[in-house]
């Protein structure tokens, strides 16, 4: 308590100078606090568009069907999946997917394309493929008049095919069991536009998709959500014990390209906030070795009395967290207000964003415990480590030579 | 008696070559518990230098020093600095208390080092005070304190940890006469009182009137050692 006391008198001995001190670090973990939301919040979005776009938060497939797929590699006991998934309490969602290369026709044109055949009920739980339509219903699974199924097909392949809705397209490709498969729909919808991942595609319902593929009931691939995206590694690896026969990825792998591009991206994010607090941190540094100069005697007297040099090293970090501590904890009762409208309202972008056919207008940040305790932390670790030299310049005071000093 | 302090051949230097001077050459001395010793002797004679190796607070070019039996130039850092917290009590010309503290705390901040309770240290604090005449005073900071009564502060200080010993550097020259005396009184008291080990490094006649032994230093060697 003494040493409390002695340390919070000798931040109050310089008031002007610990005020302007505090004023720093408050500015400093201010600004990181601003923008970890802002970049956290930021990743949060394009983490939502790749995952409710399309991958899901965790999907489960037939062994290394993720890295090669083949028509064949199918699960087949799909009872046993659903029930899995249904019972987990973390899963809020699932659907199940089909998929296949294929070559379409329209017209006079042919073009490469990609069959997926979805559920048309829970895939709009999983993903936005609904709110993709840009022309066009979304598809039904029963037939028109003719006999012809509904497909919905990509901005890219109507484009290619020169198509439209309620136009006809052929497909033509290899069933599971090694047949042709071709067959003749009817376009019900354009999705997304030229950006869209699957501006190629051709989304079939599932059943439509599993008879024209020879696929019987089996699936290639369930998607799913769970109640938020962080928990996708830890709910995956508990799905993988209840499916021992099938691999359980979360989107971090699905969409490794990407998670490995968002993580260097946040690497260097990291470095130019860890920029912004050092240079915050020079002149922390420059303060406590000014303090420490002034008092030289003083410490000579403490280690001519007694005082161990470590217990000045810590009298000096006290000194130091706590004038961290107090400029962080007013920083953060400023900023919070802000970084909160930045979560709620956000930034609103002259033109909107598309991604792969989903427009966004607001840079929204992150208000979460995170956001506010990561920087925190982060500065008392600074503030302690840079409190250790002056620290240990005051410890190798020498008595008899301090008593010298004025 | 038992020799509380023992320094056998000590030698220091300053300086090197042509500049070198030497402060304490050879000086061998024993002091005995509950002494009340005044080293004198003229400027540069190496009084201050004497007391800074008894005190641990210098290192000896050559030769040893024992603070109650133990050699503490066989002591590492942190030995030393809690033989000095434990075993020795310093008193400086300029008080040399710290400024952030009380009066009270000054006296209470040593004890904290060695660890002793918090009711026990109030208690020994309220003693000290009285002891040096400073009740109703503990509040208040150094800078609000006459320089006697800092002094007196410093002296409560170096009694607080219950040394063995207690070394005063000139601890007089900053005072007036009549308050040099009264703190000189108190300190004899407690040699008395107490049979506590005083070793003043000092010009100061009023010490010498009342050491019961006294080291004349000239040229860093012992010229004169008389006991009263």
Do not use: C
Not at chain 1, 202 to 218: H, I, N, R, W
Not at chain 2, 21 to 36: R, T, Y
């Amino acid at each position: 308590m003494l040493t409390l006391r002695i340390a919070f008198r000798n931040i109050l001995r310089q008031k002007r100078r610990s005020l302007l001190t505090g004023l720093s670090m408050t500015g400093g973990y201010m600004l990181f606090v601003f923008a970890y939301s802002l970049l956290e919040g930021s990743y949060g979005n394009i983490i939502d568009i790749f995952t409710l776009d399309n991958t899901g938060h965790i999907q489960v497939h037939k062994e290394d069907y993720l890295d090669k797929p083949k028509i064949y590699k199918s699960v087949q006991d799909r009872a046993t999946v659903e029930s899995t998934l249904s019972d987990h309490p973390k899963v809020k969602s699932f659907t199940p997917r089909v998929f296949s290369p294929a070559l379409a026709y329209g017209t006079d044109k042919t073009a490469p394309s990609r069959v997926i055949g979805v559920d048309t009920e829970t895939e709009p739980t999983v993903s936005r493929l609904r709110e993709k339509v840009s022309e066009g219903n979304y598809f039904s699974t029963a037939p028109d008049a003719d006999g012809y199924y509904e497909a919905m097909i990509g901005h890219g392949l109507a484009t290619s095919l020169k198509i439209g809705v309620a136009d006809e397209i052929v497909l033509i490709s290899q069933g599971a069991d090694g047949s042709i498969a071709n067959d003749i729909f009817v376009v019900a919808a354009i999705i997304g536009n030229r950006t869209s991942f699957d501006r190629m595609a051709v989304y079939l319902p599932l059943a439509t998709a599993q008879e024209f593929l020879a696929m019987g009931g089996d699936v290639h691939e369930y998607a799913m959500l769970i109640d938020h995206r962080d928990n996708s590694r830890r709910v995956a690896d508990e799905l993988a014990g209840f499916l021992p026969d099938l691999t359980v990825s979360p989107w971090e792998e699905v969409q490794a390209t990407f998670y490995r591009t968002m993580q260097s991206d946040r690497q260097g994010n990291n470095f130019m906030m860890g920029l912004i607090v050092f240079i915050v941190f020079i002149g922390v540094l420059n303060t406590v070795l000014m303090s420490v100069l002034e008092r030289t005697r003083e410490f000579g007297v403490l280690r001519a009395i007694g005082a161990r040099p470590a217990s000045l090293i810590r009298l000096i970090t006290l000194e130091t967290s706590i004038l961290a501590t107090i400029s962080v904890l007013l920083g953060m009762v400023l900023i919070a207000p802000m970084v909160y409208w930045l979560s709620q309202v956000g930034f609103l972008v002259p033109e909107p964003i598309d991604m792969g056919g989903i427009e966004f207008q607001h840079m929204k940040g992150e208000f979460s415990l995170q956001v506010f305790l990561t920087p925190m932390m982060f500065m008392l670790v600074t503030a302690i480590l840079i409190s250790i030299p002056p620290g240990i310049r005051a410890a190798r005071i020498l008595p008899k030579e301090a008593m010298g000093a004025h | 008696m038992t020799n509380v302090i023992e320094t056998k051949n000590l030698l220091r230097k300053f300086g090197s070559d042509e500049t070198e001077i030497i402060a304490l050459n050879k000086v061998s001395v024993e002091i005995e518990k509950g002494e009340f010793t005044a080293i004198i002797g003229p400027s540069g004679s190496g009084k201050t230098t004497l007391l800074h190796l008894i005190g641990g607070l210098d290192e000896p070019d050559d030769g040893s020093v024992f603070l109650s039996g133990a050699n503490i130039a066989e002591m590492s850092g942190n030995e030393l600095s809690d033989f000095r917290r434990d075993h020795i009590g310093f008193i400086f010309q300029a008080y040399n208390l710290i400024p952030v503290l009380s009066a009270q705390e000054n006296i209470e901040y040593i004890m904290l080092l060695q660890g002793v309770p918090a009711a026990e240290r109030k208690s020994r604090v309220g003693d000290m005070l009285n002891l040096v005449g400073l009740e109703g005073l503990g509040d208040r900071r150094p800078a609000h304190l006459s320089g006697g009564q800092q002094q007196r502060v410093a002296v409560a200080r170096a009694m607080a940890s219950q040394p063995d010993i207690i070394l005063a550097d000139e601890p007089t020259a900053n005072l007036d006469s009549k308050t040099g005396i009264a703190l000189l009184d108190v300190m004899r008291e407690l040699n008395e009182k107490q049979n506590m080990t005083f070793v003043f490094s000092t010009h100061d006649q009023k010490i010498m009137d009342r050491a019961t032994r006294l080291i004349h230093l000239e040229d860093g060697a012992i010229e004169k050692d008389e006991r009263k």
